[in-house]
């Protein structure tokens, strides 16, 4: 299973009036990258507007960020990608838009609301911060480390 993804409609269920804030598209890709690595589920994010140089458009097998050509919106873009899908039944639809979720079953393709996605996103996320926070680097000492500890314990008062 694959998920597309209403990118807009995604960060307004997140950051509400941080909409229009620039960081929140880079930290949403965040998320969904560290979501996807976890999941291994391919992900592709559109985006309404044009790429700008906080977020590149970026294609790759597992990851996309998709913006529509000029003239169009994200809504089309994901209509269009739902249409050429080879198999819709393999998609996740991830979007609040009542128009899209009904285009995406029309099709037979599974709808998600933000709200259910983000659900499901969180524990995954959460899990991959614990995972991190008790892996630890097994590199023996330094030898200036070696010399800052023994300095440090060798004088004792």
Not at 72 to 81: G, L, P, S, T
Not at 116 to 129: G, I, N, S, T
Request: proline content about 6%; overall charge positive; charged content about 30%.
């Amino acid at each position: 299973m694959a998920y597309l993804i209403d990118g807009h409609n995604l960060l307004g269920f997140l950051f509400g009036s941080g909409l229009r804030d620039a960081s929140a598209r880079s930290i949403l890709v965040g998320r969904l990258e560290a979501f996807q690595r976890q999941t291994r589920r391919r992900i592709v994010l559109v985006f309404d507007g044009q790429p700008g140089g906080d977020l590149p458009a970026r294609v790759s097998e597992k990851f996309a960020v998709l913006f529509p050509p000029e003239g169009e919106n994200a809504d089309a873009v994901i209509k269009d990608r739902i249409a050429r899908s080879g198999d819709p039944r393999r998609l996740i639809v991830v979007s609040s838009d009542r128009e899209i979720r009904a285009f995406a079953r029309a099709h037979g393709a599974a709808t998600l609301p933000c709200e259910a996605f983000v659900r499901e996103m969180k524990p995954v996320l959460r899990c991959r911060r614990e995972a991190r926070t008790l892996e630890k680097p097994d590199g023996a000492a330094t030898p200036l480390e070696v010399e800052l500890w023994s300095e440090a314990f060798g004088k004792r008062r």
